[in-house]
């Protein structure tokens, strides 16, 4: 059994900022990707940004040079910190997990999501 839990939304005025935390526990052997995506009312869950195990980065159009995605191994921890937030960054924001096992077994896991505001 595993468990992904976010942390770290909230109201931001724009042009502030906010960091996203999730952390993955539970049964599993390693991890193979971690990642944010966002959902804003009456729109499909897009990808903001993934991080790899490899420590590369993937970010949407919309997130390159505002925010920063990051992974702390020893704590199975990503982070995503957000800059210079817009009314349009308003979303339910999701981190997704995939775990991994040495039978080439996979598992992807989402969380329960935390809310980001962004309003003046």
């Known amino acids: 059994q595993v468990q992904v839990v976010e942390s770290g939304g909230g109201l931001a005025q724009p042009g502030g900022s906010l960091r996203l935390s999730c952390t993955a526990s539970g049964r599993f052997h390693s991890i193979k990707e971690m990642g944010w995506y966002r959902q804003a009312p009456w729109k499909q869950r897009e990808l903001v940004a993934v991080i790899p195990n490899n420590g590369t980065t993937n970010y949407a159009e919309s997130a390159k040079g505002r925010f920063t995605i990051s992974m702390d191994n020893a704590k199975n921890t990503v982070y995503l910190q957000m800059n210079n937030l817009a009314p349009e960054d308003t979303a339910v924001y999701y981190c997704?997990?995939?775990?991994?096992?040495?039978?080439?077994?996979?598992?992807?896991?989402w969380g329960q999501g935390t809310q980001v505001t962004v309003s003046s």
């Open positions: 997704n997990t995939v775990f991994g096992w040495p039978t080439g077994a996979t598992l992807s896991s």
